[in-house]
């Protein structure tokens, strides 16, 4: 997995991850969102579009960012998920609680 | 050559296994057979109404032997022998968990040095529940990892066995991990020998048997089963239904993160639709509490309502709970600050007010210095009026994807039972999963050496299987085969034997002192439908079991009624009432303290209530009031029952493991 943390301004943070996020990565996914949360970007937008496999674990790890962002008053919100990563969000019903945004714009509109 | 022989050795193998296997089935129709021709006659030709308070209940409790037996039958239908297990790929990653509370360190040590020294590449972690320096200190020592629960659990549920687990889960990222009690010390072979069932990809769970090193030959605690440990978990291996049973297991990690994330899902739109359709119901009765009083804080109150209602609507409309909530808590969020704000208009008018009246004095400001401070806090979401309303702020934290209420967002093992396996094991079936019990002891751990830590050890497994029955019965789980539900059920109407023990150890007394029989028949008609089905039954447990002794448990299950019996009142009353379970974790170090004979006395009070009942039955019988052959056939089964309840008396004599004896 790699991943590059960018300020979008207005406490929205872009997290970009490519590769593969699953049980090897989710440790290292949950630290990087802990630590931008801690930072005061509460709003995280994870782009997933480089995403080449994600597993339970990462889904897991989606979720402890979820839970970080949200005790902190902000939210975590999933950008440009691949059709891999749709299928097992659909799979999972995690479609259920979580929305797919385009792109970051409209995961976090700005104004 | 060698190739051929072996061949010619699976094969055999083969034969002699479907040979046994159809030999079983046999008597399994028998045995049904036999059981169905004895309780259907029971039923329609035997019973006597006069005496119904004892008849119906003795055929009921007969009812439900034969239900278990065809149970066991339905077990052993498919028993497989599994070949061994292909050889272990190389290159897995594996996490071995320790899991310990307040167990000897040293025990702990011993364990945790065999686990480190396993040939197949790992990492050994200690889970101290306790939090102990000196255990840290041991990890470090022999240089194994070392995991205690984080802040996050501070103040919330700590789920035990089973959050003990969840948390290690999220501190380690390997795709297997084996599980061991503080006490089991696992051969040095066990990963080579079990890794390789997971080359089927479907694989969660490899489970292996529980066996102990401090158990004498004559097992006076019934501490070994081996009916369960080989036959029934053979059994349920043949349906796809080999149980989890906490330790000595082996588990797929994304098989359990699968489990721990769909639960999330599902365990979220349950609580979010439950908190938005009693919502109105807290709202209206907030907006009429004395603390709502203020008109600013009904307005609030209106807003709050207004969202839910919004959040209901999409909700509805299958729009994604986190967008939902999120948009939620958003407009609570500005309906608490309207509140906040009115406030601070009013305090800032306080203020001129106050400064007014200190005119131009030189008045000691520094008193009003803390006023910043105190702005601030009031518009944190806490300290509004709103958050004053204790109903509304629980309702709030419950539409959320965050549970607030738990240390973790997923939690794969389950929490719902304090015996974590089984709960897992049937929802990882339930998700399609397979498991398999591979039956070759790998692991020795220690067993209770007294009474008390047994029956403890026992009662905590009949109410965690009872929880389980209660809370998610499997004969209506979804995603279970008929055969799962039945395997699974199997093992908890079992638990409810010791109703069934009452009501047999009740009739022979009942006919001995009163002359009450609650059959209305001939001798031989009795006999004619009864031994049949006695004699083909023994010879099924025999069969199953190879041969090995599973009296000690056949004793065992009749002779501990008292704990069957405290186990489902106090799982239902837990489960339906929120009762405590009043359960202990079991200890594995002797308990020397405490009359032991009094953990037994219902026991002997029922022993001595049947010696009465004999003498008594004998009496009459001297002196012509009693009936000759009711009276034989009770007595015999009085004895019966004095044999299956003398297991206790060694025991509650037993003084701990002195060694193997004879060795």
């Known amino acids: 997995m790699e991943y590059t943390l960018s300020d979008h301004g207005d406490g929205v943070a872009v997290l970009s991850v490519a590769g593969r996020l699953n049980m090897v990565t989710a440790m290292r996914f949950r630290e990087v969102v802990a630590a931008a949360v801690a930072d005061g970007s509460t709003r995280v937008a994870v782009d997933l579009s480089s995403v080449t496999f994600l597993d339970s674990s990462g889904l897991g790890a989606l979720i402890s960012g979820l839970k970080t962002a949200r005790q902190s008053g902000g939210d975590l919100r999933l950008v440009a998920p691949t059709e891999q990563v749709q299928l097992v969000l659909k799979l999972t019903n995690m479609d259920r609680v979580l929305a797919e945004y385009a792109d970051i714009d409209a995961a976090f509109p700005r104004g | 050559m060698a190739i051929i022989d072996s061949v010619r050795a699976v094969r055999s193998g083969v034969l002699e296994r479907s040979g046994r296997l159809l030999m079983l089935r046999i008597l399994v129709v028998l045995t049904i057979a036999a059981g169905l021709n004895y309780i259907l006659w029971r039923w329609t030709f035997s019973l006597n109404f006069d005496a119904w308070w004892i008849a119906i209940p003795l055929v009921a409790a007969e009812t439900y032997s034969l239900i278990d037996v065809s149970l066991f039958g339905l077990t052993m239908w498919r028993a497989r022998t599994r070949p061994q297990s292909p050889e272990a790929p190389a290159g897995l990653t594996v996490d071995v968990f320790i899991t310990t509370y307040n167990e000897d360190i040293e025990l702990v040590r ?29 990890a470090d020592e022999i240089g194994v990892g070392y995991i205690t629960r984080g802040e996050s659990w501070r103040n919330r549920p700590r789920h035990a066995k089973a959050g003990n687990l969840n948390n290690a889960l999220m501190a380690t990222g390997g795709e297997f991990m084996l599980i061991l009690d503080a006490d089991q010390v696992p051969s040095k072979h066990i990963l080579d020998r079990t890794l390789g069932h997971f080359n089927d990809e479907q694989v969660a769970l490899v489970q292996t048997p529980q066996e102990f090193w401090n158990v004498p030959a004559h097992d006076p605690l019934g501490s070994h089963a081996p009916l369960f440990y080989g036959p029934l978990q053979q059994g349920k291996d043949g349906w796809n239904a080999a149980f989890f049973c906490g330790s000595n297991a082996l588990l797929r990690r994304e098989a359990l993160m699968m489990l721990g ?75 608490s600050r309207s509140v906040v704000s009115y406030d601070l208009d009013e305090l800032a008018r306080d203020l001129d007010a106050i400064r007014e009246l200190q005119g131009d004095d030189d008045g000691d400001w520094g008193a009003f210095s803390d006023i910043d401070a105190a702005v601030q ?26 549970r607030d209420d738990e240390a973790q967002p997923l939690m794969p093992l389950a929490t719902i039972s304090v015996t974590e396996d089984m709960a897992t094991s049937m929802r990882l079936h339930g998700l399609g999963w397979k498991s398999i019990y591979h039956h070759e002891t790998l692991v020795w751990g220690l067993a209770p050496e007294d009474l008390g830590t047994s029956l403890t050890q026992r009662l905590r497994w009949a109410q965690g299987t009872m929880q389980v029955l209660i809370r998610e019965n499997p004969l209506v789980q979804k995603g279970l085969s008929i055969a799962q539900r039945l395997m699974y059920f199997s093992t908890m109407w079992t638990y409810l034997t010791g109703y069934a023990a009452i009501i047999y150890f009740a009739a022979p007394v009942i006919f001995l002192v009163f002359g009450v029989l609650p059959v209305t028949t001939m001798a031989e008609d009795f006999f004619y439908h009864f031994i049949p089905f006695l004699v083909i039954n023994q010879m099924l447990f025999l069969f199953s079991s190879r041969g090995m ?11 501990l009624f008292p704990i069957w019996i405290a186990a489902t009142t106090t799982a239902a009353a837990n489960v339906f009432f929120g009762r405590p379970l009043g359960f202990v974790v079991t200890s594995k170090t002797k308990n020397e303290t405490g009359s032991q004979w009094r953990l037994v006395r219902y026991q002997l009070i029922v022993g001595v209530v049947l010696i009465i009942a004999s003498i008594i039955g004998i009496t009459r019988l001297i002196t012509g009031d009693g009936e000759p052959v009711g009276t034989i056939v009770n007595l015999a089964w009085v004895v019966y029952d004095i044999v299956i309840l003398s297991v206790i008396i060694p025991a509650v004599r037993y003084r701990g493991f002195a060694g193997k004896e004879g060795n």
């Open chain 2, 549 to 559: 002794s599973t009296w000690r448990g056949q004793q065992y299950s009749l002779a």
């Open chain 2, 261 to 335: 994330v769909t639960r999330y899902v599902t365990e979220l739109e349950h609580s979010v639709s439950v908190a938005l359709r009693g919502a109105d119901r807290v709202i209206r009765k907030a907006r009429r509490s004395a603390d709502a009083a203020h008109p600013a804080t009904q307005q609030a109150l209106a807003g709050v309502a207004s969202a839910v209602a919004e959040a209901r609507t999409a909700i509805a409309g299958r729009a994604p709970i986190g967008t939902v909530t999120y948009n939620l808590q958003r407009r609570v969020d500005i309906a």
């Open chain 2, 110 to 138: 011993g364990t945790a040095i065999a686990a480190r020294d396993i040939t197949y590449p790992h990492l050994t972690w200690i889970l101290d529940d306790g939090a102990r320096d000196e255990m840290r200190a041991v």
């Open chain 2, 377 to 402: 806090s009031l518009a944190s979401r806490d300290l509004t009026p709103l958050g004053a309303l204790e109903s509304i702020q629980a309702l709030i934290r419950s539409i959320d994807v965050d």
